[in-house]
């Protein structure tokens, strides 16, 4: 199916994608600019799969394996590389020109004593140089890609963390948490430091996804208290 953004409508004929044997957790969309056509990556619950999809066709042509927990959240960057958050606790980088993992990392967590925390949420910024995962423990880590080392683990939250995105430009991260908030942090001094976190949000119940707008210094909460939010925020 195509949808045209001048009326809002579906147009073309709908396909059922059947290749999941559990519960689709995240998808995303990826533009294979060598084949002109779009492919779909999902991932989700079942046998913790992540499997490509050609738009086109409607047919899945990969099946990657290499989580052993179900899949929680997905994120595409740079035309072939996407990364991947499971329950498993770690985070997996994949390319698809290499038709596998080409990386993978085990997010320290905040608490002492403890083997880390499912990774709940993932976004990388626009240039590609740091990931951000959220986790079931309330904590975020920052990693800086290129260098293959964590930076910092920090706690914005009491609850679990299930939203994470960097903003167009990179100076902030949003992310939104089952304590009801949306919290903003700074990300323009040195990341290794203590980095200023305020609450810029809250819903009535769970918040369950934050997204900024392309353009302009707001964004948009959804919550499981039934509400789609836009907010706008002041200039910092």
Known sequence: MRF???????EGQEIDLTMHDGTVRDLCFIEDMSNKSSLLISGGAGDCKIYVTDCVTGTPFQALSGHSGHILSLYTWG??????????????FW???SRGCVNM???PSVHAGSKGSPVASVAVDPSGRLLVSGHEDASCNLYDIRGGRNIQSFKPHESDIRSVRFSPSAYYLLTGGYDNRTVLTDLQGDLTMP?????VAEHQ???????WHPNEFSFLSTGADKTCTLWALPPL
């Open 4 to 10: 045209n953004a001048e009326t809002c409508n579906i």
């Open 79 to 92: 035309g072939a590389m996407f990364v991947s958050g499971s329950h498993d606790r770690t985070v997996r």
């Open 95 to 97: 390319d698809l020109r």
């Open 105 to 107: 990392f085990h997010p």
């Open 195 to 199: 980095l200023p976190s305020v609450i």
């Open 205 to 211: 119940d769970k918040v369950i996804t934050g997204r």
